[in-house]
């Protein structure tokens, strides 16, 4: 079983940025594919933007699209979101997940997950 650790969260004002890291347990194989997703007070988890390990195959969710930015250290085993542009909706939980195989936006087929990352945007 894979553990997930997230941080980096914080309060950021509107337009602001933050960057968040995911640390896995053991080190990441090609195959797994990391994920960001997001859970708001009320809502329900989305995907937000995920990463193929082994090919830096990149996904985004399309409201992130040209603000976040999903990479990887390899030599760190850390996957990193750094967030540009933030806006108040942004605000919830960011969590990360690992699944093995290929791209997925469906939380259902995640297996390992973090205790996740506040974020707060403020306006």
């Known amino acids: 079983q894979v553990q997930l650790v997230e941080s980096g969260g914080g309060l950021v004002q509107s337009g602001g940025s933050l960057t968040l890291a995911c640390v896995p347990s053991?080190?990441?194989?090609?195959?797994?594919?990391l994920g960001w997703f997001r859970q708001a007070p009320g809502k329900e988890r989305e995907f937000v933007a995920g990463?193929?390990?082994?090919?830096?195959?990149?996904a985004y969710a399309d409201s992130v699209k040209g603000r976040f930015t999903i990479s990887r250290d390899s030599a760190e085993n850390t996957m990193y979101l750094q967030m540009n542009s933030l806006r108040p909706d942004n605000t919830a939980l960011y969590l990360c997940?690992?699944?093995?195989?290929?791209?997925?936006?469906?939380?259902?087929?995640?297996?390992?997950w973090g205790r996740g990352t506040q974020v707060t945007v403020s306006s």
């Open positions: 997940a690992a699944r093995v195989g290929g791209i997925s936006r469906d939380s259902r087929q995640y297996r390992n």
């Open positions: 053991t080190r990441a194989a090609s195959l797994i594919f």
């Open positions: 990463l193929q390990w082994g090919s830096g195959t990149r």
